[in-house]
């Protein structure tokens, strides 16, 4: 549903925070430049007017001086503008960006997620970048174009009234062919930004999962389908040409009727002998100081419309709230895990959980076991409280008696190795180092030993071994024991493993079985979903669904 101009606005002034020094500097440069663009149209007819004899207040020479200043300083800041363009301009737009991001990542998770990660790549890079160049360059530049427009009318006033009032003539009918232009483009701007959106998916899912294209014999399939989508993109935007061309077309009809009727208006006076010709130059220069900037008003609707798409789009991508924010509540004993008559559903005819009650008593190693689809990722979410049950409550409690609700801050007692391969790209360092930023070498080779990941100290570069996207340069079951690893760094007390050693061969998951078992009886609670029955022989406890 789009939302109204009035809220994008309040967004945008409400974005533009850290942004507003650029913007400040930007339109104090502006409305200097209008100062100069109006000193020049002065100093032109004062020499051109010494130049014919029609004046003697001072001499050609430093009337030609103070022309040459003028154009001096209109170099000067325009190199200023460059600068700061160049300098805060970045600066601005990573500051949203970061912002965004912050938003995003701290927002709560759904478990249906709204948007595909293309989509909000696409918000995140091409979105942002619209609207912070329109907080920090559009909006001063139309402050400096309004500012234009009303100086040039009064100084074209005092020369001829009749004229000037013939020249803004036209703004009430540009008001209002603006209006039905800007509601058009904006409906063609946002099928062109979500088709935009769409080729940016294809791409990067065919590039992630370009191996299973190829063994599937569909790498075609992924060149017709993003053909297929460009061939849209084309035929949208020669619609969007084809509108606002015919729309500029009919305006600059108009711009040139009223030049030409200024041009004859001021050559028949000068003909008269009643206009010198350095007004007539001034006249010609301030009819375009006013024309300009509705022509310039034409140029920035299309930048306008984009820019209140994009704040559009990325509005969107904070309706999510945010989760619980607060200092984190880490129990000091070994915790336990209780749900009590737990329903959930994704959807209204996607009920996954429906009264489930269960308890992992503190230090127990429980097995979860079920087909496909019957809840088991969902009930770790349901525990690290990436969801919240509709119905029913999930505490963690221990022995001495501590119970709280599972909530964003109790996320820091759990210990969570997810199900495929979760390595960012980076070396295995860095990797190990998101479990405990704070791991000494030895902690980091101690979390390796026990999740059977010693192969690392064979590789040449050892922790500063290289991996691509995915754990790209190692197999899956090294892979998913680095994810071991880097979730044994972690302090919390309960470990929860989904399907954590499902690319692991049967000696080596015995193994980590093993060494997780003479780790659990130190310190943690540990939940593991699973269809391998290996892990069953480890367990206290089965819980089946």
């Not at 606005?9 to 109006?38: C, E, K, P, Y």
């Amino acid at each position: 549903m789009r939302a109204p101009s009035a809220t994008l606005l309040r967004w945008l002034w409400h974005s533009s925070r850290g942004l507003r020094l650029q913007t400040l500097i930007n339109a104090m440069m502006g409305v200097i430049s209008v100062g100069l663009d109006f000193a020049f149209i002065i100093a032109t007819k004062q020499v051109i007017d010494l130049a014919t004899g029609h004046s003697d207040t001072t001499s050609f020479r430093w009337a030609a001086v103070l022309l040459v200043a003028i154009m001096c300083g209109q170099i000067m800041l325009g190199f200023a503008h460059r600068w700061v363009a160049a300098i805060l301009g970045v600066r601005s737009q990573n500051l949203m960006q970061l912002r965004l991001f912050r938003n995003l990542m701290q927002s709560q998770w759904n478990g249906m997620e709204a948007w595909h990660s293309g989509d909000v790549l696409n918000r995140l890079e091409r979105d942002v970048r619209d609207v912070t160049s329109t907080i920090t360059e559009t909006f001063p530049s139309l402050l400096g174009v309004l500012v234009r427009l009303v100086g040039a009318f009064f100084f074209l006033y005092s020369m001829d009234a009749t004229l000037a009032c013939i020249m803004v003539c036209i703004a009430p009918v540009f008001i209002v062919l603006s209006k039905l232009y800007v509601r058009k483009m904006r409906a063609i701007t946002r099928d062109i930004r979500s088709t935009d959106s769409r080729i940016q998916s294809i791409l990067q899912e065919s590039v992630q999962h370009r191996v299973v294209l190829k063994t599937l014999e569909q790498c075609d399939t992924m060149v017709e389908r993003l053909d297929s989508v460009q061939q849209t993109l084309r035929h949208q935007i020669r619609w969007r040409t084809l509108f606002s061309s015919t729309s500029a077309l009919l305006l600059n009809v108009g711009f040139g009727t009223g030049y030409l009727v200024t041009f004859l208006w001021g050559a028949s006076r000068l003909h008269e002998g009643t206009l010198t010709y350095g007004m007539m130059i001034a006249f010609i220069q301030l009819v375009g100081q006013i024309q300009g900037p509705f022509r310039e008003l034409t140029r920035y609707i299309p930048i306008l419309v984009s820019s209140l798409t994009a704040s559009e789009r990325l509005m969107e991508l904070q309706q999510s709230p945010p989760e619980e924010s607060g200092d984190p509540i880490l129990l000091t004993h070994t915790a336990g895990i209780r749900l009590q008559d737990v329903s959930f559903a994704y959807t209204a005819d996607h009920t996954v959980l429906q009264h489930f009650s269960c308890d992992f008593p503190p230090g127990s190693t429980t097995a979860i076991l079920g087909e496909t689809g019957s809840g088991k990722t969902t009930l770790v979410r349901l525990i690290l409280a990436l969801l919240r049950p509709q119905q029913g409550t999930v505490s963690l409690y221990t022995h001495e008696g501590e119970e709280i609700t599972a909530s964003p801050l109790t996320r820091c007692n759990m210990v969570y190795v997810p199900q495929g391969n979760t390595l960012l790209s980076g070396t295995l360092r860095d990797n190990l180092l998101l479990g405990n930023p704070d791991a000494s070498e030895e902690q980091m080779w101690e979390a390796l030993h026990t999740a059977c990941a010693d192969f690392v100290s064979e590789l040449p570069d050892g922790l500063d071994t290289r991996c691509g996207e995915l754990g790209t340069g190692l197999s899956e079951g090294q892979a998913q024991r680095i994810a071991i690893a880097r979730a044994l760094l972690r302090k919390g007390n309960i470990l929860l493993l989904d399907e954590a050693t499902s690319a692991l061969d049967p000696d080596t998951e015995q193994l980590l079985l093993q060494n997780l078992g003479l780790h659990n009886r130190t310190r943690q609670t540990v939940i593991c979903i699973t269809h391998r029955p290996a892990i069953v022989n480890y367990c206290t406890q089965v819980v089946r669904f």
